[in-house]
C-alpha cells in the first residue's frame, strides 16, 4: 500500500521517559511534517523536513528533536516527558511543488 | 503568523439536509485552503481543496467557496448522510512545502 505509515500506533511511558515515534512515506514524497493534536483535537505543525533538511520549527520545546535520516523518514525523539505531551502526533507528507499533506494514522502519545 | 478561525463549533442536521461550516483566516499571503475529515481514532482526510485563484469549487455533494477579499472561505455539505458525522477541520497556508495552520475543528452530526 502507498501511504504515509507511523509507529507505534499506541505509545504510554512514564514521566521522564525518553521515547521515539517513526514515520515512514512511500509516496515518492520530499516534504514530511509533525502535528501535534491535543486533548481538545487542536492540530499544530511542530516541524517540517524538506529533503532531509528542516525548513519549519515552531516554538517546540527542545526536548524534541526530529531527525530525518533520508527523505521518505521522519522520525520524534522526544526526551524527559512530561504530562503535557500527552496527545496524538500525526506525520504528514507532500509533493515537491504541490501544497496537498497526506497524514499518517497517528501515534497517540500517554504521559503517566 | 496566520491565524484561523472556524464556526460552529458543533453542528446538528438531519440526514438530508445541508451543513456550512465557515472559517475566516489572517494571512493575506496564504494561497491555499484545504478541508479535511477526521472520523474518531482516525486520521485527517483530505476531502477538498481550493486556491486562491479559484472562487468556487465543487465535488458531488461537496463544495468550497472563497472569498480573498474578506478572507472567507466556507464547507457546504448538501443531502447529508450519517457517514458524514465526524470532526471537520479548515486549514490555511502560503503555499508548497508551508505549513498549514488549521482551524479549531467542528463536530458534524448528522441525525437520521
Known amino acids: 500500500d502507498t501511504a504515509v505509515s507511523q509507529t507505534p500506533k499506541y505509545l504510554v511511558t512514564q514521566m521522564g521517559n525518553d521515547k521515539s515515534i517513526k514515520c515512514e512515506q512511500n509516496l515518492g514524497h520530499d516534504t514530511m511534517y509533525w502535528y501535534k493534536q491535543d486533548s481538545k483535537k487542536f492540530l499544530k505543525i511542530m516541524f517540517s523536513y524538506n529533503n532531509k533538511e528542516l525548513i519549519i520549527n515552531e516554538t517546540v520545546p527542545n526536548r524534541f528533536s526530529p531527525k530525518s535520516p533520508d527523505k521518505a523518514h521522519l522520525n520524534l525523539h522526544i526526551n524527559s516527558l512530561e504530562l503535557g505531551d500527552s496527545a496524538v502526533y500525526f506525520c504528514?507528507?507532500?509533493?515537491?511543488?504541490?501544497?496537498?499533506?497526506?497524514f499518517g494514522p497517528g501515534t497517540r502519545l500517554t504521559v503517566l | 503568523g496566520e491565524n484561523v478561525e472556524q464556526h460552529p463549533s458543533t453542528l446538528s442536521v438531519q440526514e438530508g439536509d445541508s451543513a456550512v461550516i465557515k472559517c475566516t483566516y489572517s494571512d493575506s499571503a496564504s494561497n491555499y485552503f484545504p478541508w479535511y475529515k477526521q472520523e474518531l481514532g482516525k486520521r485527517p482526510q483530505l476531502i477538498i481543496d481550493?486556491?486562491?485563484?479559484?472562487g468556487e469549487k465543487k465535488d458531488q455533494r461537496i463544495a468550497v467557496t472563497l472569498n480573498k477579499t474578506a478572507k472567507h472561505f466556507s464547507l457546504h455539505i448538501t443531502e447529508t448522510q450519517p457517514e458524514d458525522s465526524a470532526v471537520y477541520f479548515c486549514a490555511a497556508s502560503t503555499g508548497t512545502a508551508s505549513k498549514l495552520t488549521f482551524g479549531t475543528g467542528t463536530r458534524l452530526q448528522v441525525t437520521l
Open positions: 481550493i486556491r486562491s485563484n479559484v
Open positions: 504528514a507528507s507532500s509533493a515537491l511543488g504541490t501544497d496537498t499533506q497526506y
